[in-house]
T-cell receptor, first 115, second 110 residues
């Protein structure tokens, strides 16, 4: 059974804290993604990675960074958490299909609250 | 920026009825995908249709794609209460990156 796991389902942090969200996939996928989901705004891509140590900005990268040191793990980092980063964070992975998009497998999500 | 936009935003039907959701997009695509999200959970892939395909079936799901109108529809036949979820279309304006719409919230009443 294919699986994408995220380190926490719920997380509460204080303004200014450094926050790490971890995502692990066991499908040997090349591509990994971080989205945030907010009511009325849908899913928005923060960052994605198409290979180890490779990353590319998505639509809303400001205030975030990422790390991909191993193929199976993709971390999202909030350098200094702010209240407007309170959101549901979703990780996903997919294989490379000759440069085309393919099915993405999602983790269960992390609901982050920044106080 | 949103590429796909679903319509309607919300849909409420009775069990056994069919549900149709539409998606419109703006730029050319390689493929279009539909996903389902149950309340507060991650998304689950339903079906992928390539730009050279017009229709695709998977169980009770039927997806159509009209590239000339830049639109797609998802039909769920004989709906069940368990189909209650949000449904998203996703397009790939740029290689493996997907852009999701805001979703249609489907409620199936028993």
């Amino acid at each position: 059974d294919v699986k994408v796991t995220q380190s926490s389902r719920y997380l509460v942090k204080r303004t200014g804290e450094k926050v790490f969200l971890e995502c692990v996939q066991d499908m040997d996928h090349e591509n990994m993604f971080w989205y945030r989901q907010d009511p009325g705004l849908g899913l928005r891509l923060i960052y994605f990675s198409y290979d180890v140590k490779m990353k590319e900005k998505g639509d809303i990268p400001e205030g975030y960074s990422v790390s991909r040191e191993k193929k199976e793990r993709f971390s999202l980092i909030l350098e200094s958490a702010s209240t407007n980063q309170t959101s549901m964070y979703l990780c996903a992975s997919s294989f490379s299909d000759r440069g085309h998009s393919s099915e993405q497998f999602f983790g269960p999500g992390t609901r982050l609250t920044v106080l | 920026s949103q590429q796909g936009e679903e319509d309607p935003q919300a849909l409420s039907i009775q069990e056994g009825e069919n549900a149709t959701m539409n998606c419109s997009y703006k730029t050319s695509i390689n493929n279009l995908q539909w996903y389902r999200q149950n309340s507060g959970r991650g998304l689950v892939h339903l079906i992928l249709i390539r730009s050279n395909e017009r229709e695709k079936h998977s169980g009770r799901l039927r997806v159509t794609l009209d590239t000339s109108k830049k639109s797609s529809s998802l039909l769920i036949t004989a709906s069940r209460a368990a189909d209650t979820a949000s449904y998203f279309c996703a397009t790939d304006p740029r290689y493996y990156k997907l852009t999701f719409g805001k979703g249609t919230l489907l409620t199936v009443n028993p």
